[in-house]
Structure formats: C-alpha cells, structure tokens
C-alpha cells in the first residue's frame, strides 16, 4: 500500500458526459500529479499541484481541469467525455514538487468510455 | 522535448536467467532517473532511483541500475530473475528539476517462465 488512495477505482460512463476523480496523498505529502496510461500513449503526465497551487502543466486536454483542494486531496475533472478518454488515471503524490523526490502512486481509476 | 525509450517492450525469460532492459532518455542537461515496476493489478512502485553520486545504484528486489551519461542510459539489471519478477517495467526520467513531473518510457513487458 503506497497511502495514496484514488476513488472510485473503475468507472463506466458514456459519451458526452462528465466524471469526477479523486486522490487523496500520502500523509504529509504536499504535491499531487496526475498521468494518464492509455495503450496507445503509455503513461503521460497531465498535471501537478504543490500546495494547492498548478505547479507544472503536461498534455492535458482543455477538456480536463484538475484542482488541490486545502485538505490536500485532488480532483480531476474529465468533461465530454470521448470514446478515446478511456484510460488507466493515475494519482501520485510526493513531500517537495521539485526534483530528487519519489513519488507515490495510487492503484488508479480504470475509465472506460462507451 | 524531453523524452525516454525504453527498448525492449516484451521480453520472456526462465527463472534464473539474467535481465537486462535498456533505457536511454534524451536530455542534456541535469537529470534524475528511475525504474518503476508495476505488478499484474497494482500500481507503480518505485525500484530505484538515481540523483547523484555513484552511477551503479541498487534497488529493492536485488534490481540495480547503472548511469552512464555519455549515453545517455540508465538500464536495469538483475542477475537471477523469479517468476514472481513477472510484471510490467518502466524507465522515467525527472526533469527540469523546479518539477517533480516523471517523463515515462512505454514500458518493458517481463515474462518469466517457471
């Protein structure tokens, strides 16, 4: 068990609509990501958050936002929803949002788009 | 842009035989490196990493990887490989370092016969 946990773990909604994801980071970690592992794309990184502030910004759609909340837990937004959107999201989190930090995943939301 | 290729995505082994799964990472500058391993169902958990300082590090598992920057590579090795290795492997490379965010290779498939 890494300590970050993501809910819910597999969701299945359709075309068009909009789904929420959350993270909670390990105890005392300040910063949160969030990647994206499709087949087609592998694992991409989509956004980071540092203490409730966007800290660094990778692929991600105009579709998608995400936030840090002041409990720390994140959310991240995915709004109409394509068939393509189906993906394994992952959350991490680390103690400090710069280098030479590990970062610890969650087991994942399973996304599937019908 | 910043990017990492791991060369082999499916490899198949016997128990004890030797591993080695190549990473090369295209960055010129300051870069910190890791190898992620990924079990059927589980999420990403950390095997080693490397900030600084002795290029042949050691991870968990009796895994080690070795740096070499002329090349720009950072492979995985292990000498005596168990079935229980089955999994999924990815290489990931961390910079610029003001961020935490992992840059991914596409992975290595490893298949270890009984």
């Known amino acids: 068990d890494s300590g970050v946990t993501q809910t819910p773990k597999h969701l299945i909604t359709a075309t068009g609509q909009r789904v929420t994801l959350r993270c909670s980071p390990r105890?005392?970690?300040?910063?949160v990501y969030w990647y994206q592992q499709s087949l087609d794309q592998g694992l991409q990184f989509l956004i980071q958050?540092?203490?409730?502030?966007?800290?660094a910004k990778g692929n991600i759609l105009e579709r998608f936002s995400a936030q840090q909340f002041p409990d720390l837990h994140s959310e991240l937004n995915l709004s109409s929803l394509e068939l393509g959107d189906s993906a394994l999201y992952f959350c991490?989190?680390?103690?400090?949002?710069?280098?030479?930090?590990?970062?610890?995943f969650g087991q994942g939301t399973r996304l599937t788009v019908v | 842009a910043q990017s990492v290729s791991q060369h082999n995505h499916h490899v198949i082994l016997s128990e004890a035989a030797s591993l080695e799964l190549g990473c090369n990472y295209s960055?010129?500058?300051?870069?910190?490196l890791f190898w992620y391993v990924q079990y059927p169902g589980q999420h990403l958990q950390l095997l080693l990493k490397?900030?600084?300082?002795?290029?042949l590090v050691k991870g968990i598992k009796g895994f080690e990887a070795e740096f070499i920057k002329s090349k720009f590579s950072f492979n995985l090795r292990k000498p005596s490989v168990q079935w229980s290795d089955t999994a999924e492997y990815f290489c990931?490379?961390?910079?610029?370092?003001?961020?935490?965010?992992?840059?991914f290779g596409q992975g290595t498939t490893l298949q270890v016969k009984p």
């Open positions: 105890s005392g970690d300040l910063s």
């Open positions: 991490a989190s680390s103690l400090r949002p710069t280098a030479n930090t590990e970062a610890f």
């Open positions: 490397y900030f600084s300082g002795d290029p």
């Open positions: 990931a490379v961390n910079a610029p370092s003001n961020t935490g965010k992992l840059i």
């Open positions: 960055y010129g500058g300051t870069v910190n």
């Open positions: 958050y540092y203490n409730g502030e966007e800290r």
